[in-house]
């Protein structure tokens, strides 16, 4: 289990980092094996900094992330290439991930170099014959190639392949789709379902809701750093609560359904939250059942809150 | 009709030889059509686009004709091209970001602009404010620098720029793809809303997201590999693809309002040509489900229902 507990992270900013700035507060969930959970937010919203703060990239400012009930902090020096055994990450642009010099199974090379240098070359030809497989590539395809003859596609995959070599039970998921047509896209998402019935748990972060909803069990969804609303996927989706999650829901361009004229729905946002919250307890009231919304005074004066009310009568007359 | 393209033919010149990014396209958009331009990565959408305003240095025309209210566009002449631009055939870049000068106050840049157009700013000054107030933005931005403006705003604001002339054709080039959400759907109906107020005549937008361009095209136009695949209303190619290519394009798309669980979509295996030296006949025939012996021809655009443009041997 990959747990974030009570994450935050400030970053000074200014000249001498005078001020400081939150990038992420407060943020607990936790990704199973075998799960997918999206983290959806919008530019600044704080998805990929927890992203890095998961692969150790950057540190965290206060709360912990535990792999396994270890706090990933532990893992320093020497066991930093453990945990980097088991957590990996995929990013956005596939295109600049490559040395465009070098041929691009060079990534793959270098894990064997770093992690495995005792492997014979047929057992190890073997592992990445498996491994390619796995991301559904011809090795005939990508081996030898330089990184310019390969498309997205193959260049991304190449990467997953390339954290499959290593145990990784975790994978993070930083927007791998975004730099993708959408006829390659689904490819990638499908590859990440594969994976999830391989045990493996996948953060995956993105700003398009559509694919969130296709691949994941797990929604998190993120606003300034803070989450306003996370549960299971279905419910999230079916049943938004916090105006904010309902706003960004209701942008998403969809094939079948133009956008209404009713403009904005409770966009007027939470006078609550915008205020802040309760300092002490619980942040995220649970609406129904592995359904959680930001809200800090659970009685009146909160759209979530009431909304929520109003959703748990509906549902319980079904 | 107010632009009419007819099998116009743009390659790209480079030291392997020509690339064949547009080849033989036809279609004609009307008054207060809004046409989206769909497609993958390298089918040329891009390059229509460019194609109309202004070809960069590796562009050649090859062939074909641009009629813009009846009167035929010089695009490939770069001087006499000058004339339509701005006034009649205007741009709003994908990178609005970085569209405005940074080391100019934002009125003082469109003053600017306006000059080397021939047009007085005091002329337009009225017209601009109002038109920032439509797409609620404070006209104090005329007094800011770009980089005071958060990425929608300045978006909003370079469409507002774009459009002060009227032009009679508006090309928007994947405008909306490195805004948020909630942000592009404000701009994407902003942009409807200058269709509305008579802005503009008539609109190419350009993306590769079809969910987008379906909230707010009259028109989709599909292309694939420098040809046109499939032209109808935005309906019809939603709804009722015909070209094994649309329709594959449309069921890889994951929707919001639809629960997955263990169901999968799938993708549309292989990848385009190389338009170096694309192959004879139908372009997408080795990843099509349905090829046959006859797709090694060329398949013509017929117009299979009023309308409804396929360029499919089984369309």
Request: aromatic share 6%.
């Amino acid at each position: 289990m990959l747990r974030l507990d009570r994450v935050t992270k400030r970053y000074g900013v200014g000249a001498f980092g005078g001020t400081t700035f939150t990038a992420v507060r407060d943020v607990s969930f936790a990704v199973a094996p075998g799960e997918v959970v999206s983290l959806i937010g919008e530019s600044g919203s704080g998805k990929s900094t927890i992203g890095k703060m998961i692969l150790k990239l950057i540190p965290v400012s206060e709360g912990s992330i535990t792999l396994d009930g270890t706090d990933i902090g532990a893992f320093a020096r020497r066991r930093r290439k453990e945990y980097y055994r088991h957590v990996q990450g995929v990013f956005q642009d596939p295109f600049s991930c490559y040395n465009p010099v070098f041929k691009a199974d060079r990534v793959l090379r270098m894990i064997k170099e770093e992690y495995f240098p005792r492997v014979g070359r047929a057992e190890w030809d073997e592992r990445v014959a498996a491994a390619l497989e796995s991301v559904r590539l011809d090795p005939g395809a990508v081996l030898g190639r330089y990184p310019h003859q390969l498309s997205g596609g193959q260049l991304q995959r190449l990467l997953v392949a390339r954290a499959l070599l290593l145990d990784i039970r975790y994978l993070v998921a930083d927007e791998i789709t975004s730099m993708l047509d959408a006829s390659t896209r689904i490819d990638v998402l499908n590859l990440l379902a594969d994976l999830r019935a391989r045990g493996l748990g996948v953060l995956f972060i993105t700003h398009d809701l559509a694919l969130g909803n296709y691949i994941s069990a797990k929604t998190v969804v993120l606003r300034r750093g803070e989450v306003v609303e996370m549960g299971e996927t279905g419910k999230v989706f079916a049943n938004p609560l916090h105006p904010y999650a309902r706003r960004l829901l209701a942008s998403v361009p969809q094939l079948h359904a133009r956008w209404d004229g009713d403009e904005d729905a409770g966009a007027a946002g939470c006078a609550l939250h915008d205020g802040g919250h309760a300092a002490e307890g619980e942040r995220l009231a649970e609406v129904e059942p592995g359904h959680f919304v930001a809200c800090a005074g659970a009685e009146g004066g909160c759209a979530a809150a009431t909304d929520g009310g109003r959703a748990k009568a509906v549902s319980h007359r079904r | 009709m107010t632009l009419r393209v007819n099998d116009l033919k743009v390659y790209y010149k480079t030291l392997r030889g020509e690339v064949k990014a547009l080849d033989g396209v036809t279609f004609e958009i009307g008054d207060a059509e809004i046409l989206g331009l769909a497609g993958e990565s390298g089918c040329g959408k891009s390059t229509l686009g460019k194609a109309l305003i202004r070809m960069d240095g590796r562009m050649r025309l090859r062939g074909g004709t641009v009629e813009l209210d009846g009167e035929r566009l010089p695009i490939d002449d770069d001087a006499k091209m000058n004339r339509y631009r701005y006034h009649e055939v205007s741009l709003i870049p994908q990178y609005s970001m970085s569209a405005m000068n940074p080391t100019r106050r934002i009125g003082r840049m469109i003053r600017e602009l306006l000059e080397s157009r021939g047009v007085r700013y005091a002329d337009v000054a009225e017209e601009l404010v109002r038109r920032l107030r439509l797409v609620e933005l404070d006209p104090d931005v005329l007094n800011r620098y770009p980089i005071e403006l958060s990425g929608g705003m300045k978006q909003r604001t370079v469409m507002v720029i774009s459009t002060l002339l009227n032009p009679s054709l508006l090309i928007a080039d994947e405008i909306t793809s490195a805004l948020d959400v909630s942000t592009q759907k404000a701009v994407a109906k902003a942009l409807a809303g200058f269709r509305e107020h008579g802005f503009v005549k008539s609109m190419i937008f350009v993306t590769h997201d079809i969910s987008l361009t379906y909230q707010i095209a009259d028109t989709i136009m599909v292309m694939y590999a420098g040809k046109l695949a499939e032209k109808a209303s935005a309906a019809a190619i939603v709804n009722k693809p015909r070209h094994p290519y649309t329709q594959l394009l449309i069921s890889s798309l994951p929707e919001v309002g639809v629960r997955y669980a263990d169901k999968r979509l799938s993708g549309i295996p292989g990848s385009p040509p190389s338009l170096l030296d694309p192959p004879a006949g139908c372009r997408f025939r080795d990843r099509c489900p349905l090829a046959f012996a006859k797709c090694a021809e060329e398949p013509p655009v017929t117009e299979v229902a009023p309308g409804h443009y396929v360029a499919c041997w089984k369309g």
